[in-house]
Each structure stands twice: as C-alpha cells, then as structure tokens.
C-alpha cells in the first residue's frame, strides 16, 4: 500500500500562483508514476499532470501547458505541481495520485484550491 498525503491548497486570486505538495509512504519502491488530477463541483476527475520515476518524462493537459509545472523529487519520495496564472476555471479540489508497477493505483485526499476573481 501506499499513503499519499497532499499540502499546499488554498485561495488565491485570479493571476496567482500556488504550489502543491504530496509525499508517499508505504511500499514507495514500486511506485513509477506520479502525478495530480483535479475534480470540480459537477464535473468528472481529470488528468492535470503526471511524471516518471526520473522526473524527466512529465506529460500536462492541455490547459495546464505553459501555467503549471510538475517535479518529482525521488528522494524524498515526494511530487510537486506549481500552479501559475490561475484562473476561476482552475478552483477544484486536486488529488494526488500515484501508479505502481503492478498498475495499482493511489489517491491521497485531495486539497482545494479556489481561485477568486
């Protein structure tokens, strides 16, 4: 099993920036993705932004390219997603998630970002 544990949301104005946290524990060897999804109120859970164990494969959606970046720091088994120009459309609840190479897969709890306008 792994434990995910997220940091970091909170409010912030249009414009802002915010940077989210997660770390793992548990069976962290076999994890080989990382990455963050995004739920808004009405909507269905979506793919932010995911990386590889080397932090140097990361893949965005489309709306995040060019406003948010993604780190992986292996050492301390934790991933980072820093958030630029947000918007009233990135208010969402973000998890943080995580695949092993057994293809299981592991959300933490989620933190909320708002965005006000």
């Known amino acids: 099993q792994v434990q995910l544990v997220e940091s970091g949301g909170g409010l912030v104005q249009a414009g802002g920036s915010l940077t989210l946290s997660c770390v793992a524990s548990?069976?962290?060897?076999?994890?080989?993705?990382m990455g963050w999804y995004r739920q808004a109120p009405g909507k269905e859970r979506e793919l932010v932004a995911r990386?590889?164990?080397?932090?140097?494969?990361?893949n965005y959606a489309d709306f995040a390219k060019g406003r948010f970046t993604i780190s992986r720091d292996s050492a301390k088994n934790a991933v980072h997603l820093q958030m630029n120009s947000l918007n009233s459309e990135d208010t969402a609840s973000y998890y943080c998630?995580?695949?092993?190479?057994?293809?299981?897969?592991?959300w933490g709890q989620g933190t909320q970002v708002t965005v006000s306008s």
């Open positions: 998630w995580a695949r092993s190479l057994w293809n299981n897969a592991y």
């Open positions: 990386i590889d164990q080397g932090g140097t494969d990361p």
């Open positions: 548990g069976s962290v060897r076999g994890v080989v993705l």
